[in-house]
């Protein structure tokens, strides 16, 4: 590997952002095809599909859940919803990796400012960016991964006309006052309750868990990859040759990780992102299946929060906890390592 050229490349310039873009949408797109049986799965136990229920709760059910669906629907079936998975995850990551380096320019001006604190928030606010922008194609994506019905074949053009289409179920109201039932009326008339805004089912619990989610992931990458280069470990983890020093015609860059290294800040970013984050991904996943489970009514966080306690308790919040460890470790490892590996080839 040859050292970088030196260069002093402005952040806001159009190249940058380009490349950087680039560079996050491909690690992102190879993240999650090596994790793509592994995640469909998931999503099938998260929402409580009446055909995988019996498979949660133990680790088992993962390899027999994989083998009855490739038994049912070949290698496709594995991956159904892998295509929307791509359509979706390459704007996704491409703009919350372009948005990271971008804040954190703003809110890491220097190296004396570096903090876990501001490291938490720029990975925050990039991980809500990219969830403004991209949302809709993940509750495309979830429910394509959702079916698992083989009299038609689903594709992506039917299951967006069913979302769009999709109607819940009038609501009973029994209110104490006259006030209460006006009130409850006119909010049922304003608020969108089909069409688009049946895309943005779970936005918010979405929302809500970047913060969590991305913050500790790019916090705990960028503190482990720090720990990775310290001297006495950089001889061992790091190529020679690849970083550089400040200088009036260059910016800073660290040396890069060897592979090992690098997918071991990764994996260790996953693991820990995962963990803090996984209640709220739980609720997301249920509140974007709504249509097609229970009663078709959309719920609130909290009423969805409820049902989850009152069906299975407090450990019905990291139900597939254990595969999301085995997809999130390795997809995390492989995101990071391709999107380093690229910002160092892209000359950026």
Known sequence: ME??????????????LV??????GIAGCAGKTVVGPLDRVKILFQTSNPNFAKYTGSWTGVPIAMRDIYASAGIRGLFKGHSATLLRIFPYAGIKFLAYEQIRSRVIPTPAHETPTRRFVSGSLAGMVSVFFTYPLEVIRVR????????????????????????????????????????STVVEKVSPRHGLANFFRGFSPTLLGMVP???????????????????????????PGTGREESATATPKPAQLRYWAELSSGGFAGFVSQTVSYPLEVIRRRMQVGGVVGDGHRLS????????????????????????????????????????????????
């Open 213 to 239: 989610y991305a913050g500790s992931s790019f916090l705990a990458h960028d503190t482990m990859s720090d720990f990775m280069r310290r001297p006495g470990f950089a001889p061992y983890t790091t190529v």
């Open 301 to 348: 966080i909290a009423e969805v929060t409820r049902r989850i306690f009152i069906e299975k308790g407090w450990r019905g919040f990291f139900v597939g906890l254990s595969i999301g460890y085995v997809k999130v470790v390795p997809m995390a490892a492989t995101a990071f390592y391709v999107y380093e590996r690229g910002k160092y080839y892209f000359g950026i």
């Open 144 to 183: 394509l991964a959702f079916e698992t019905r083989q009299s038609q074949r689903s594709t992506l053009r039917s299951i967006c006309r069913l979302i769009y289409n999709e109607r819940p179920a009038p609501t009973a109201h029994s209110p104490s006052n006259a006030l209460s039932a006006a009130a």
């Open 3 to 16: 050292a970088t050229k030196p260069g002093r490349v402005d952040r806001r310039s159009w190249e940058y």
């Open 19 to 24: 490349k950087s873009g680039v560079a996050g």
